[in-house]
């Protein structure tokens, strides 16, 4: 009685565990197969404590009741042990293709086996034991062999995974389940049908191949050897025992197996929680990394178009640009080369290593194939390391060192390549394609910085050209005019001398002092006007400064400077130069028409800080409104004003003054302050 | 019976299975290579005669069993002129080397060599033919009353013919699905020919499966009919008291095995179900008419009474 019950508790734990594991929750293997575990272990369990009472019951009813109840419980427990074990074995992937044809060819022997089970149902023997030997048979046997594979296929891939412990238990789980097999599934009660009579008997299956018939012995006239009294005959112990042990051993490994799963899957996540957050770090960091990248090049392209904007020197900038490329790049040696005039050769103009920039003073012909491939196909070009890197000769001056790596692009003007731009590292770290593009451009830069070069130096010229002409102007209109004056002058006063009018001569001699005097002061005043440039590098304050003062003392005209601008102009070169004109032009005025006693200047910024204006105020004689569409001198400044986008205003009436304002925009706008708020707009 | 005795159900249903696979495999391919090229159709039919074959060989393997010792069995063939057993092993030897070589040509030279591939397999159904008669003789005892009938022969052919329909239609569609990956060229003969197939076969299987019913009933019917007959009374009570159950189970699997066949065709040529939904249909299908046919076989058996000792 104690076995049967201890046998039907075990399967009850089965059950019970299967379904408390399942209540946990979890993605475990199998999960959806553990439902059937639990119904064949709760069935299975009932069924051996219908067999305790079936052995133990006296009342007839009762043992009626219990005989139904195992008729039903036995088969139906074999059912869902076998649906478990399908539930398992299907989880088998990738089957072959051709396992399709395999339910077809077993169809066959299922078809003898099912017919042969059906036949003994009408044979003398009770019916619970065809039920019993057929339920063992048909669902217990194939039900833990799938099981018994399935589990042997989850050792196999959980052992793959590295999860050896878990390996480990569902090895143990695969092996407890064939164990079941053979004690759930093979060993059945005597009866005179197979295949039990082929292998539970002696001689049986000799008997078949030899076609003779042994003596037998048991009940039904056979010789017991694997049925359940050959068990308790060898073991000394019922086979419901051994069923219960077996029983125990599946619930031990499946119910540890899943747990020490879920623990190790537990653990992966933490695992997989934490390599996700290093990841995210790393994310974040490469981000604020590339940030911070981009940040610098943009500075750094910013700075080289203020340069250029601020027409700096032509080679300072490529100097720096090539030292820029150097530092930002992270590259070892970078090379600027340019075609010579004629395009015969390259030569390196401008590198940088080792923190140094610098100009070649002397051409150094650059012979790399790579870099007049690149110059000659106007390609982009970036070595891995895939590539020989004996290509990569001729490409580093000035110094040692191998270089591994090269990133290079053309310079090209309008349609014409005129050079390369090139960097090298001699550390084996590829450029990456997002250098390559920076390298683009910074090249884009070098060409912005040449055309530059070219147009101030047109620019110059054209300056020089302009002023010449303008001298020669003032020469033809001032001193050429009072020297034809003089000219008239002196034969009148020869002629005077001759007739002996000494008072007339005396007359004309004095109107000539006069004209002498007032060319004197045109002359003094146009060399003022030469002088006060702003070529000495002298600031826009400054050179005003120095003009007013030096006009002041040559006119006796009260010059005042009303200076509100702290620090530079912040104007353009060219409209600091057109400022510098127009002021000169007003005092000229001022001293040759306006017969004023004082003039004032004055330097302010406007209120929003977009421009600069110059006021020039005198208190001389003034003008009519009307005189001014008539004065050459005035159209010439309001030209000047509005070439480099500014304005001119001229207020003036007769006896009250003149006031001239000129209002210039500035180079880029001041940073305008508000609560909680900085914004700032550029106009560059 | 006991299992040695179960050797003879084994036999004579894969034998019969065979012979009908094969009789269904050749008037297909003779009708189908009318349209189709014959290394196509060669391809198509060369699994299921390969499994033929298997069936054929496995039929003889079983047959080992029944005999007294299975070492000396071929001294069966020594009776040829006047044994229709030692005729009916004769026949099954030579069914089953005309099979294999039915396979040899169909799977190294398909396409190859028509003609002798369409006599040879005409022969091989032929000697299936004979196997059956010979069987069929075999039992065609004046000792044994119930089986001394024409029925008897009638119903071994009806075997042959519902079981070589239905299981040619379940190989052809685990064919189509297997083969789809590895010759995909073929699928959409293949397709086609399984239609066609499905929609003749199912007609076969219906007809003998009522055949196969009216001949047992009529059987029933005719020993019922003669009381004053002992023997065929104690047949009779055997069928209709101790083997109630089988015999109404009999029954039972044909009509449903039948009717899921027709089902099954059905959803085949109306495409209401994919090849893949039919595999498990297909396999139930062709499980219930072979127990159908072993329940036949078993009650056949085991409900004859001889008479004298």
């Known amino acids: ?684 | 019976m006991n299992l040695r005795e179960w050797a003879l159900p084994v036999y004579t249903i894969l034998m019969q299975l065979a012979t009908g696979m094969l009789l269904i495999l050749w008037l297909l391919r003779s009708t189908i290579l009318k349209q189709t090229a014959a290394d196509v159709v060669d391809k198509i039919l060369r699994k299921p005669v390969a499994i033929a074959l298997i069936t054929v060989a496995a039929a003889l393997v079983g047959s080992h069993f029944h005999l007294s010792n299975p070492w000396i069995s071929f001294l069966a063939v020594m009776n040829l002129g006047r044994s229709w057993l030692s005729r009916e092993v004769f026949f099954s030897v030579l069914s089953l080397l005309g099979t294999a070589m039915l396979v040899y040509l169909t799977w190294v030279h398909p396409g190859e060599r028509p003609r002798i591939k369409f006599w040879l397999g005409w022969a091989v159904v032929a000697l299936g033919a004979a196997t059956i008669f010979s069987m069929s003789r075999c039992y065609l005892l004046p000792t044994q009353p119930a089986w001394n009938h024409p029925t008897t022969m009638a119903l071994f052919f009806c075997s042959a013919l519902i079981l070589g329909a239905v299981s040619v239609f379940t190989i052809l569609v685990m064919d189509a699905i297997f083969s789809r990956d590895y010759e995909p060229d073929l699928a959409e003969e293949r397709d086609a020919i399984l239609k066609w197939a499905g929609r003749r076969l199912v007609w076969v299987a219906l007809i003998v499966a009522a055949a196969i019913m009216a001949m047992n009933i009529g059987r029933v019917l005719e020993m019922r009919a003669a009381p004053e007959d002992a023997m065929a009374q104690a047949a009779l009570a055997l069928q209709l008291e101790l083997y109630r159950l089988l015999f109404d189970l009999r029954f039972v699997t044909l009509i449903i095995g039948t009717g899921m066949f027709a089902l099954v065709v059905h959803w085949l040529t109306a495409q209401k179900k994919t090849l893949d939904q039919l595999v498990t249909p297909a396999y139930v299908t062709c499980l219930l008419i072979l127990m159908a046919e072993i329940l036949g076989r078993f009650l056949f058996y085991a409900a004859h009474v001889r008479l004298g000792t």
């Open chain 1, 1 to 684: 009685m104690i076995y049967y019950f201890l046998y039907g508790l075990s399967f009850f734990g089965v059950g019970l565990a299967a379904y408390l594991q399942l209540r946990r929750g979890g993605d475990f293997p199998l999960r959806k197969a553990l439902p059937w575990l639990a119904a064949f272990g709760l069935t299975c369990g009932a069924d051996g404590w219908v067999e305790m009472f079936l052995n133990y019951e006296t009342n007839a009813e009762l043992l009626q009741v219990l005989e139904v109840l195992r008729v039903g419980l036995q088969p139906l427990s074999g059912l869902f042990l076998f649906i478990f074990g399908w539930s398992t074995f299907s989880k088998l992937q990738p089957l072959p293709k051709w396992m399709i044809f395999v339910p077809g060819i077993l169809i066959v022997p299922l078809a003898y086996i099912l017919t042969y089970a059906l036949s003994t149902f009408v044979t003398s023997s009770p019916i619970e034991i065809p039920i019993d030997i057929w339920s063992r048979y048909l669902l217990y046997l194939p039900g833990s062999i799938m099981s018994g594979v399935g589990f042997l296929y989850q050792w196999y891939t959980q052992r793959k995974l590295g999860h050896s412990d878990v390996a480990k238990l569902m090895l143990g789980a695969g092996a407890a389940f064939l164990i079941e097999a053979l004690v759930m599934g093979m060993v059945v009660p005597a009866a005179p049908y197979g295949p039990a009579s082929f292998y539970n008997y002696d001689r049986t299956l000799v008997d078949a191949l030899t076609g003779e018939t042994t003596q037998t012995t048991t009940q039904y006239g056979l010789t017991a050897w694997l049925d359940d009294a050959r068990v308790l005959d060898v073991t000394g112990l019922p086979i419901v025992f051994w069923r219960m042990l077996s029983a125990l051993a599946v619930v031990g490994f499946v119910v540890r197996g899943l747990d020490v799963f879920e623990t190790v899957q537990r653990h992966q996540m933490e695992l997989l929680q934490t390599e996700r957050d290093r990841a995210q770090q790393e994310a974040f960091n490469a981000q604020i990394a590339a940030r911070r990248t981009a940040e610098n090049w943009s500075n750094a392209l910013i700075r080289i178009s203020s340069r250029i904007a601020e027409l700096e020197d032509v080679d300072k900038t490529l100097i720096y640009i090539v030292d820029s490329a150097c530092q930002l790049l992270n590259a070892d040696f970078t090379g600027l080369a340019l075609l010579n005039e004629d395009s015969s050769h390259l030569n390196l103009k401008y590198y940088a290593r080792a923190g140094q920039a610098a100009l070649v003073s002397e051409p150094v012909p650059v012979s790399s194939p790579l870099l007049h491939q690149v110059l000659e196909l106007r390609m982009h070009c970036r070595t891995t390391e895939e590539e020989p890197f004996s290509q990569l000769h001729d490409t580093c001056f000035f110094g040692p060192g191998t270089p591994l790596y090269l990133e290079a692009v053309p310079i090209s003007l309008d349609t014409q390549a005129i050079g390369v731009l090139w960097a090298v590292r001699f550390m084996p770290q590829p450029f990456t394609e997002t250098d390559l593009i920076w390298l683009d451009c910074l090249a884009d830069q070098v060409v912005i910085a040449v055309k530059h070069g070219f147009m101030t130096s047109q620019l110059q010229t054209l300056a020089v050209t302009e002023e010449r002409g303008r001298i020669a102007r003032e020469m033809h209109d001032g001193l050429a005019q009072i020297l034809g004056y003089m000219n008239l002058q002196l034969q009148t006063v020869v002629s005077f001398l001759q007739q002996g009018k000494l008072e007339r001569a005396q007359e004309k001699l004095d109107q000539m002092h006069e004209a002498v005097r007032a060319a004197h002061a045109d002359v003094r005043e146009n060399i003022l006007s030469l002088r006060t440039t702003l070529a000495d590098g002298k600031e826009g304050v400054q050179a005003i400064q120095e003009y007013l003062e030096e006009f002041g003392v040559q006119t006796s005209i009260i010059t005042q400077f009303d200076n509100q601008i702290s620090g530079e102009l912040d104007l353009p070169s060219l409209a600091e130069v057109q400022l510098v004109c127009i002021l000169q032009e007003a005092l000229a005025n001022v001293r040759k028409h306006a017969h004023a006693r004082s003039v004032t200047v004055s330097l302010a910024r406007e209120a929003n800080g977009s421009s600069i204006c110059l006021r020039v105020i005198d208190d001389g004689m003034g003008f009519e409104s009307g005189a001014q569409s008539r004065s050459f001198g005035l159209q010439t400044m309001r030209e000047r004003a509005e070439s480099v986008g500014g304005s001119l205003r001229v207020i003036s009436a007769l006896g009250q003054g003149t006031r001239v304002e000129c209002r210039m925009p500035c180079l880029r706008q001041e940073k305008v302050h508000r609560p909680g708020f900085i914004a700032t707009t550029g106009m560059l």
